[in-house]
């Protein structure tokens, strides 16, 4: 992986390093995500046989029949819960949906915040208590990271430390596991039809927990495409829409997309894992004035981020 396009910074230089480590991890990270909107953090503390488990089981819930599956995908949800099932989502703007079922799962609240009520419950299978418990188990732990790096982002941005915690804390983030099925006969296909087309992604910030093969790529300042590596212990890191807004573009959220493989690998399945961390409904994502200049006049309307999450859940096709 080109470290001068998307960087690699280690999490315990953030985490457990001292004042000039901590400050360095902090400008590396905002300077990445203001030039590429993506870093790969490593030594992140999530144990490969974790990974490895989790890879089972969702490619065995993805290998059930769809009738089984299809129990799962619960109405009036708009996918925020459960299963999803096949070419239901497409990116924004796009006529073709994506060539991909997946699961997502989300915040479960223990403290009495009333915020609860807001949140679906999520779903249980029947057929792996495992499946249920690495969901939980992953989702906690990529949370837990990913309020450590909007800390470091907020030092860069010059704000309080836990500036973004009372927005996080409970926030209505989302862990998705997704399965691009195999394409059994590509010569069928619409022209435009792609595993997931150029996109970029609605939240804070996503934390993406490995793939099962190539295929993601990150769209450079000069139009061309970086295939970014599937293998590998990292885990990839982007900014959203969502940032991007608050920061009034100082921070990119950066396009990317799924492509299809090579035509003799079209038989074969993809998995990937990625965690949307997102802020309560509530909070506010009016730019920030510090991001605010002559040189970067405010660039968006004010918004809230359940405002902004229910427009763009409309864009792309969960929700009417």
């Not at 493989?261 to 038989?267: A, W």
């Amino acid at each position: 992986m080109s470290e001068q396009f998307i960087p690699r910074l280690f999490l315990p230089d953030y985490t457990q390093g001292n004042a000039e480590q901590k400050k360095q991890f902090s400008q590396q990270l905002g300077k990445a995500f203001n030039e590429t909107g993506f870093i790969t953090i490593a030594n992140h503390g999530i144990d490969q046989k974790l990974i490895d488990d989790l890879y089972s089981e969702i490619q065995s819930f993805f290998a059930l029949d769809e009738h089984i599956k299809k129990k799962y995908e619960i109405p009036g949800i708009f996918g925020q819960r459960g299963y999803t099932s096949k070419e239901k989502e497409k990116a924004k703007n796009a006529n073709t949906p994506d060539l991909k079922e997946f699961w997502q799962c989300g915040q479960t609240v223990t403290d009495g915040d009333p915020v609860k009520d807001m949140y679906p419950e999520n779903i249980l299978i029947t057929e792996s208590l495992s499946f249920n418990n690495v969901m939980i188990d992953i989702y906690a732990r990529l949370e837990h990271m990913g309020r450590q790096l909007l800390m470091a982002i907020a030092e860069y941005l010059s704000l309080p430390i836990n500036y973004f915690e009372e927005y996080v804390h409970n926030g209505n983030s989302i862990l998705r596991a997704l399965h691009y099925f195999p394409i059994e006969n590509p010569d069928a296909l619409p022209e435009d039809a792609v595993r997931s087309s150029a996109h970029e992604d609605i939240n804070l910030i996503t934390l993406l927990i490995g793939a099962s093969a190539d295929g993601l790529q990150v769209l450079k300042r000069d139009g061309t495409w970086f295939a970014v590596q599937a293998q590998g212990e990292d885990i990839v890191v982007n900014v959203g829409d969502m940032l991007q807004t608050l920061t009034n573009n100082v921070l990119k959220s950066t396009t990317h997309r799924v492509v299809n493989p090579p035509r003799e690998l079209m038989g074969t399945s993809r998995f990937s894992v990625p965690f949307f961390l997102h802020p309560k409904s509530s909070m506010s994502l009016a730019c920030i004035d510090s991001c605010i200049s002559s040189e970067n006049p405010k660039a968006y309307q004010d918004i809230t981020a359940g405002e902004y999450l229910d427009q763009r859940l409309r864009e792309i096709g969960l929700k009417m």
